[in-house]
């Protein structure tokens, strides 16, 4: 009975936000060696980092409940090393859907405003979201930072507000040079911004750029969909932002309205990134209204990004 409660749980998100059912039993999970002691794994929902070594495992995201043992068979096809560390790089169910299962194998780690919108559910663009049960909450949550040290690795969760959500945390591999970025970053398509989760795209953008700034060229970046990238990827994605952000301002600074904008394929310079659930009129969507109003929930209390 459990176990079909917690079922429930981790379906909810990615069944809004998908236009066909999940067929769990034909997911195959994919393991690539990214480098150092970091590991990307592609399955139904959000790739999931881990580090590997002689200390354990520490995972980042997990995906959803009905995949969490093709994960942890996975990961005991590298080491027969305990996992040490979950980390969540945001609140949605298709990278904390593991969690009920994960967390009752090790400390799950967030951000503050995780651990708040998984205890209260809540509302997206594409659903009502229903509270968490105990066992998927962190149990250790930070604001700004934190870091695990773990397999020679200074691995840091960095709090990134207000971009995807607004208890976003990118996660630096600094001895193996991988950076994975969560929802902040879609390689490859329009990415999915919560605005009622506290997100905008203006937030999106600049986490974006303090990622840029920081991380060395051949850096790798793992998003939070999309294949493995690099810095160029990253910039190009951030680059799609600003453009498509400054396109649908200066149709709203004319006073033309949403449908107006959809009507007149607004982004169809940008089509080739509507290849996933956010279409181009959904993301214009998304864009209109991030840039009419201020993000809804929860705030970091300082508003910048913080390291």
């Known amino acids: 009975m459990r176990k079909a409660i ?4 981790p379906v909810l998100i990615l069944a809004s936000l998908s236009a066909f059912a999940q067929d769990f039993s034909k997911v195959e999970i994919k393991v690539t060696k990214v480098a150092g002691t970091v590991y990307m794994l592609e399955g139904a929902g959000g790739n999931i980092g881990a580090s590997i070594g002689d200390d354990g495992i520490v995972i980042v995201d997990d995906e959803y409940l009905p995949l969490a043992d093709k994960i942890e068979a996975a990961l005991k096809g590298i080491t027969d090393k305990p996992i040490k560390f979950i980390l969540n790089t945001h609140w949605h169910g298709d990278h904390t859907g593991g969690n009920p299962h994960f967390g009752e194998k090790a400390p799950i780690i967030a951000q503050e405003n995780v651990r708040k919108r998984l205890a209260t559910g809540g509302k997206t663009r ?3 979201i229903k509270p968490a049960p105990k066992v998927a909450l962190p149990v250790v949550t930070f604001e700004d930072k934190v870091s695990v040290h773990l397999n020679g690795e200074d691995i840091r969760a960095i709090h990134f507000p207000n971009g995807h959500t607004d208890g976003d945390a990118v996660i630096f591999f600094t001895q193996s040079n991988v950076v994975h ?9 329009f990415p999915f911004i ?3 989760s506290g997100g905008s795209v203006q937030g999106m953008i600049a986490g974006g750029e303090k990622v840029l700034a920081e991380v060395p060229d051949d850096v790798k970046i793992i998003p939070g ?4 990238g690099t810095k160029a990827d990253l910039r190009k994605f951030i680059t799609m932002l600003k453009e498509t952000s ?6 709203m600074k004319k006073g033309k ?6 009507k007149e394929k607004v982004l169809s310079k940008w089509d080739a990134y509507g290849k996933s659930f956010i279409n181009n009129d959904t993301f214009t969507e998304i864009l209109f209204d991030s840039l009419s109003k201020k993000s809804t929930g929860p705030k970091n209390s300082h508003g910048h990004v913080k390291q």
């Open 257 to 262: 309205t949403l449908d107006q904008l959809k």
């Open 246 to 251: 400054a396109a649908v301002q200066a149709g």
């Open 126 to 128: 594409f659903g009502e």
């Open 6 to 9: 917690l079922l429930l749980f």
């Open 225 to 228: 969909h999309g294949p493995l």
């Open 181 to 189: 970025m969560g929802d902040d970053f879609f390689n490859g398509t």
């Open 194 to 196: 919560d605005i009622d």
